[in-house]
């Protein structure tokens, strides 16, 4: 899940411009800033954790963080509960659905918890098809299916296309704030990466929404690659101490660990649905 906030900072800078090159800094000191994508993943993880109900504690980490680029529908979810639409497919549905991926035990926990977090404000079917997909394809990966498979159930279950290259969408130069348009650009950015950073930099190269593209291709590629200990290091000057504490007990409750590019590997898989106390360890000296 820390790979999901990872891409929202490092897309925040770029988000509607298009013709973005690929070659950028990551982390920009006051320009860099977390913005809905990682709120609403935070306030996600946080309700299933806690068991407690996704509506009210959505709208109570926005109501905390205001004006972080909610869009003006669900600026009115958050205020004026009574009076808005609900039948949205924005892609606010699927930038907050990673924590399903790694909390849910199996397949039917994703299409179940999914549409918990999802109808709660996005109650159209593309928008629980496209959370859907993004839960499911996290889930998959970390559950060891190779990225040719993760691609092809995706498509079956979820009807997505994702044979279109990284240039092509570059080159397509459009922004679109809807699950339909979104969910297969970011999941393309993840599946056609060689590792974590490289489905980041897809996502800002693309253009168009980029946070949030960035924000759901970099919970895949969290879950495909493992995140690499500087990016870790690196994004932790820009994270609410409220956040930290989510994250180290999402990790601790998931049923994987943390993924660190070129540690996670060389360890033996954990023998129970905690996390590695090593990895755990090495988390916390970051996080505490
Ligand atoms: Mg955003």
Redesign the pocket.
Known sequence: MLGCIIG?LAGSRF?GCSQNPKDVPLFVRHQTTF???SICTIAVAEALLNNQPVEETLRSWCKRYPDR?YGSRFRQWIYMPETADRHSYGNGAAMRIAPVGLLAADSQAVTRLTAMVTDVSHDHPEARRGAGAVAASIRLALSGLEKRAIGAEIHERYGYQLSASIQDLHDQDSYSESCQDTVPVALICALKASCFEEAIRNAIYIGGDT??IACIAGGLAEALYGIPAHLVEESQPYLPGAFLDVLQRLYAAASQPMPLAGSIKALPKPTSQRGSPSIMGWFNSFFV
């Open positions: 929202d988000e913005t809905d994508d680029g946070d949030t």
